[in-house]
Each structure stands twice: as structure tokens, then as C-alpha cells.
């Protein structure tokens, strides 16, 4: 048997995770809920992940530089 996940359920999910909100979870069982976060979680650390590559140019830290 298929597993159907609900739609809306899942997008509240991803969104509540992506934006970094707490869990609204009212059922423990609400698997389209807790699918949609661990999506949100993932895609969230992703785009960090990239933000954080853009601004250091793939350094952790910044060169130093000699002042006359």
C-alpha cells in the first residue's frame, strides 16, 4: 500500500523548517508534517552552506594584511 503524505501538511513542514521555526507537530504520527522538515532542515543547511562559501570564497578566515 502506497503511502499518501498530505500536501498542505508537508508544506507546513518544510516551511516551519526552513525559516527555523519550532515544531507544530499536535499528533506524533503526522509523518507529512515531520517529512516536510526534515526536507526544510536539509535545504535550509544547503543554502547556509553555499551563503557561507560565497562570503568566504571557500575560507574560514579572512588573510591577513600588512599595514605600512
Known sequence: M????DPKRWAEG???????HATRVLLTD?????????????????HRQEFEQQLFMGRRSRPIRNTP
Do not use: I, N
Open 30 to 46: 503526522d509523518h507529512a508534517y515531520s517529512s516536510g522538515r526534515v526536507e526544510g532542515d536539509a535545504l535550509r543547511a544547503r
Open 2 to 5: 502506497p503511502l499518501k503524505l
Open 14 to 20: 518544510f516551511q516551519d523548517a526552513y525559516a527555523g
